[in-house]
């Protein structure tokens, strides 16, 4: 019986070992539940904020390829602007030129109206001289006549 007892010991002593290690093991496996459910909630985490992630990317590209358009609308808007402005500096610099050949004409034909005016007064002046002498001396000649003829009534009314 001594070894009956001996074998129930060992027997106990055997079961409570192997309770031990199903407490051990049931203990590390919740501890892997645990973690199994921990990296899950970190996978699932990982994957919303990776989706978070590619959605901001996808409106960034977005966002960048409508900042491109805008930029390649400015460039085509700043060199239209460009041709516009090189078109308009040179109508400024055809006007100007026609601008001083019209002021060097216009002066041009001033002084010859001028010298025309010298010339015309200078001529009208001339024969203003002349009609005045040839008036004195028609006034001249008036005035003798007079005088001859006073003098011939005179003489005829009073011999001498």
Not at 5 to 21: I, K
Not at 101 to 123: H, V
Not at 139 to 159: C, K, Q, W, Y
Request: proline share 1%; hydrophobic share 30%.
């Amino acid at each position: 019986m001594e070894e009956y007892l001996h074998y129930m010991r060992t027997l106990r002593a055997q079961m409570n070992d192997v309770e031990d290690q199903a407490a051990k093991i049931s203990f590390e496996e919740q501890m892997q539940i645990t973690t199994i459910h921990s990296l899950e909630k970190d996978t699932s985490s990982a994957k919303a904020e990776t989706k978070k992630i590619m959605d901001e990317i996808d409106q960034m590209v977005k966002a960048r390829g409508h900042i491109c358009s805008k930029f390649l609308e400015n460039q085509k808007r700043v060199a239209s602007l460009e041709s516009d402005a090189c078109t308009l500096s040179q109508t400024l610099e055809l006007i100007q030129q026609k601008r001083s050949n019209l002021s060097a004409k216009i002066l041009e034909k001033s002084t010859y109206y001028s010298k025309i005016l010298e010339d015309m007064t200078s001529k009208l002046q001339e024969q203003q001289d002349c009609l005045d002498n040839k008036l004195q001396n028609k006034v001249t000649e008036a005035t003798n006549m007079e005088i001859d003829l006073i003098e011939d009534i005179s003489g005829r009314d009073h011999p001498v």
